[in-house]
């Protein structure tokens, strides 16, 4: 990232000359924040910089011969510890990608409130090409680098899942870290995004499209944000278009339909698009997708071959959830949505931040929208320390109150002659404890309310912060600041 001074200068003119890659769009991103923030520039510095990173070349025999394959760590900030980061597979790892990601999770565990510091990994690989035992030495392999240089470690590093990983990666690597950690009582905490038979926690899969879909409840909760968007009235009828149907487009995309009644009018894949102007079947389209690995030939909706040009077709609101650097300098113009939320890292570069910006178009940041993954995670991690299921001690004493309660009430209808009852469905929701899976959701939505309103109010009340993306960096670097100020620096 460029030094603060340089950061000073950036105006929405100056980040729209020149089209910034993954990495420099977050330091553009980051100056302008602290631009406006009255911050030492050591301290600037200091947050600024990427602590560490390490790169592994390893070698694993498959197919009768050695493969080598090149892997990174990078730790961004330990303000906070355990450090926390996904670990993503694909072809286009390298150094700056890793390390642009690792400096959004220590902004977003900050903006979250998440006690931890920022981190990433990848493995420059494509997980398509390699048969699951393949992979599974592959992926051994790998957490057998890091773990040995506690870049797996419960207290010090926690991964979990990202692009091209999952659950089962996870398992995997939480196994090897217990072979090689015979002792460790809290072995299992090592990663998150597990499944549940190794120790994960309910609501895992689905949170950061949960995350999501919260994140965009909160916004419409409040009507001065939502005409700033140029829209009106609530969540319910808006036309959506979602670009990526992978675990975190899918989840938002069904979520958002059968829960909020909203419209998939368009969803954009890597080999095509769909459209249907009376709104997708979300469920059929991702059976599809699961069936078949694409949208081509699916019977629902009509087929657009030109994905990318969904980007720019008229909606209320459109989620980028894929890849980052898909909305830049060259469709920003043309992108039509007045709100746009970025379900994945970084799809909107810092030049088409400015030419959005410009135009009006609000933009809830990934910062913010897409940390729903990250605080599912730390539920996780708290589930494997405690050592228990979330619900367990206090979920039949709160049936066993509220009982009392219905009984009681019941009773002095009798007595009175009152003549009323409580009806069916609300004695079945109001007997019943919460489960992990309530408690989980629950948590995630308290959190994605509290950081928006924490957002919004530095956005309302502060001149030089125009907008969420840059209230959601000055909240976060401030967070961090005070933090590495209370260590003494």
Known sequence: MSDTASGAQVSGLTEAAHEPGFRQSVEL??????????????????????????????????????????????????????????????????????????????LKCALVEVPFGGSKGGLCIDPRAWEPHELEQITRRFAYELIKRDLINPAQNVPAPDMGTGEREMAWIAD????????????????????????????????????????????????R????????????????????LGNVGSHAARFLALEDDVRIVGVAERDGGLWDENGLDIEQVTAWLRQTGGVTGCPVGTYVEDAAALLEAECDILIPAALEGVIHRDNA??????????????????????????????????????????????????????????????????????HLLVNELERLSADKGLGWTLAPDFKTRFLRGADELELVRSGLDDTMRDAYQTMREIWHARAEVPDLRMAAYVTAISRVARSYQTKGL
């Open 333 to 402: 113009p043309r992108v039509r949505a007045p709100l746009i939320i970025e379900a994945a890292n970084g799809p909107i570069t810092a030049a088409a931040d400015a030419l959005l910006r410009e135009r009006g178009v609000v933009i809830i940041p990934d910062l913010y929208a897409n940390a729903g993954g990250v605080t599912v995670s730390y539920f996780e991690w708290v589930k494997n320390l405690s050592h228990i299921r979330f619900g367990r001690m206090q979920r039949r004493a709160e049936e066993a109150r509220n």
């Open 29 to 106: 991103m980051f100056n302008r924040a602290v631009s406006v923030m009255d911050l030492s520039p050591g301290l600037v510095e200091k947050i600024r910089v990427c602590n560490s990173t390490y790169t592994v070349r390893f070698g694993v025999r498959l197919r009768g011969q050695i493969h080598t394959f090149t892997g990174y760590r990078s730790v961004h900030s330990e303000h906070m510890e355990p450090v926390k980061g996904g670990i993503r597979y694909a072809l286009a790892v390298d150094q700056d990608e890793v390390e642009a990601l690792a400096a959004l999770m220590t």
């Open 176 to 223: 090897q870290y217990a072979r090689m950690n015979t002792s460790d009582i809290n072995a299992r905490a090592c990663v998150t995004g597990k499944p549940l038979e190794a120790g994960g926690i309910h609501g895992r899969v689905e949170a950061t499209g949960r995350g999501v879909q919260y994140a965009l409840r909160e916004f419409f909760r409040h009507p």
């Open 225 to 244: 944000d939502v005409g700033l968007a140029h829209l009106e009235g609530g969540l319910s009828g808006k036309r959506v278009v979602v670009q990526g």
